[in-house]
């Protein structure tokens, strides 16, 4: 098959390489789509420890189950699936608890098991979801991720019916979270972001006020909007400067959920948080319910991802995928390969 395979003394190459071999349990899927996540690219530059090195990147994908293993009772051949990238050991207190992305042994597909750049992915069972007939192998793709993951981070939240919600970083991610705050009852939604073409589609998806983050003192003006701030912001970039005006931009009482991915310590203004009673929460990944619950809403029409797929590429067109993306562009939000 071909695949697009990255180790640091060569970066990313397209070759051909064994299909994988599946064993008890596990399928083989016949990749139709799959998103480029920033984590991804974070994970080649280094900004992530290294687990598997050779290994096929990619962590959202969808397509067809070509093969099952002995064993597979809920899926068979010609399925249409989701690939859920996290893997655990399913016997833990946290994976019985229904908390896998937590679990100790978790190994996650892109990182640390060879992923979804390829034309073939193999996963265990539980690892695969059905696609809703009515929804699209592109659009299952980035559900794997890019809409699951803000979905989790405000169950983390809590979000409350009436409360007021900012989100900063519009970019693959966050841009879904926007929709989901609103699913969650937010009477108010504050997108935040540098990139005028993001703060487009965020009003497009419903943000009641978009701020340009380069532009604006954020703080001054989302206080002068609500009253003394909002409930819950969540951060979306994960960086310090970001962070700091999340905290800075939460009424008293109120949370700060942290979703952008960092790999260094950070100063935090703890007397803001404690003096404040700021509660300041973390998000990390999805569990397997959450993806069905993401699916389930997509299908049904309550989330709308019209504008989430910006760009659509091939296997062999792959890099210059990724530098368009690092390149940040103005109108850049998710890139998807199609086979």
Same mark, same amino acid.
Request: overall charge neutral; hydrophobic content about 40%.
């Given at each position: 098959?071909?695949?697009?395979?990255?180790? !640091? @003394?060569?970066?990313?190459?397209?070759? /051909?390489?064994?299909?994988?071999?599946?064993?008890?349990?596990?399928?083989?899927?016949?990749?139709?789509?799959?998103?480029?996540?920033?984590?991804?690219?974070?994970?080649?530059? %280094?900004?992530?420890?290294? $687990?598997?090195? !050779?290994?096929?990147?990619?962590?959202?994908? $969808?397509?067809?189950?070509?093969?099952?293993?002995?064993?597979?009772?809920? &899926?068979?051949?010609?399925? /249409?699936?989701?690939?859920?990238? &996290?893997?655990?050991?399913?016997?833990?207190?946290?994976?019985?608890?229904?908390?896998?992305?937590?679990?100790? $042994?978790? /190994?996650?597909? =892109?990182?640390?098991?060879?992923?979804?750049?390829?034309?073939?992915?193999?996963?265990?069972?539980?690892?695969?979801?059905?696609?809703?007939?009515?929804?699209?192998?592109?659009? =299952?793709?980035?559900?794997?991720?890019?809409?699951?993951?803000?979905?989790?981070?405000?169950?983390?939240?809590?979000?409350?019916? %009436?409360?007021?919600?900012?989100?900063?970083?519009?970019?693959?991610?966050?841009?879904?979270?926007?929709?989901?705050?609103?699913?969650?009852?937010?009477?108010?939604?504050?997108?935040?972001?540098? $990139?005028?073409?993001?703060?487009? &589609?965020?009003?497009?998806?419903?943000?009641?006020?978009?701020?340009?983050?380069?532009?604006?003192?954020?703080?001054?003006?989302?206080? @002068?909007?609500?009253?003394?701030?909002?409930?819950?912001?969540?951060?979306?970039?994960?960086?310090?400067?970001?962070?700091?005006?999340?905290?800075?931009?939460?009424?008293?009482?109120?949370?700060?959920?942290?979703?952008?991915?960092?790999?260094?310590?950070?100063?935090?203004?703890?007397?803001?948080?404690?003096?404040?009673?700021?509660?300041?929460?973390?998000?990390?990944?999805?569990?397997?319910?959450?993806?069905?619950? &993401?699916?389930?809403?997509?299908?049904?029409?309550?989330?709308?991802? @019209?504008?989430?797929?910006?760009?659509?590429?091939?296997?062999?067109?792959?890099?210059?995928?990724?530098?368009?993306?690092?390149?940040?562009?103005?109108?850049?939000?998710?890139?998807?390969?199609?086979?």
């Amino acid at each position: 098959m071909k695949a697009a395979v990255f180790h !640091p @003394s060569t970066g990313l190459t397209i070759r /051909r390489v064994k299909v994988p071999r599946i064993g008890k349990k596990e399928v083989l899927v016949k990749l139709k789509a799959a998103g480029i996540c920033a984590s991804d690219i974070h994970y080649m530059e %280094g900004f992530l420890m290294y $687990s598997k090195i !050779p290994i096929i990147p990619g962590h959202e994908g $969808s397509g067809v189950i070509e093969e099952v293993g002995e064993g597979v009772t809920n &899926v068979g051949p010609g399925d /249409r699936v989701v690939v859920h990238y &996290v893997t655990a050991c399913g016997e833990c207190m946290y994976c019985l608890a229904g908390k896998e992305n937590l679990c100790k $042994s978790a /190994r996650l597909v =892109g990182f640390d098991l060879n992923g979804t750049y390829a034309e073939y992915v193999a996963v265990p069972e539980y690892n695969v979801i059905k696609l809703p007939d009515n929804m699209s192998y592109e659009y =299952g793709a980035i559900s794997g991720c890019a809409v699951v993951t803000p979905y989790h981070a405000a169950k983390i939240g809590g979000i409350s019916k %009436g409360e007021t919600v900012g989100i900063i970083g519009l970019g693959g991610v966050g841009i879904n979270a926007i929709q989901i705050a609103k699913k969650f009852g937010a009477a108010k939604i504050i997108g935040v972001d540098i $990139s005028h073409f993001k703060l487009w &589609v965020a009003k497009e998806y419903g943000a009641d006020q978009v701020i340009n983050f380069a532009e604006a003192n954020i703080t001054e003006l989302i206080r @002068s909007i609500t009253e003394d701030g909002v409930d819950i912001m969540f951060d979306f970039v994960g960086k310090e400067e970001t962070i700091a005006k999340a905290i800075e931009t939460v009424k008293r009482g109120g949370r700060v959920v942290l979703v952008g991915l960092i790999n260094k310590p950070i100063l935090l203004p703890v007397p803001e948080l404690l003096y404040h009673e700021k509660q300041l929460l973390s998000s990390i990944d999805h569990t397997r319910k959450d993806l069905v619950e &993401v699916l389930d809403m997509i299908s049904k029409g309550e989330i709308d991802l @019209s504008h989430s797929i910006t760009h659509f590429t091939s296997l062999e067109n792959l890099k210059d995928a990724i530098n368009m993306f690092k390149a940040r562009k103005e109108d850049v939000i998710r890139i998807v390969i199609k086979f």
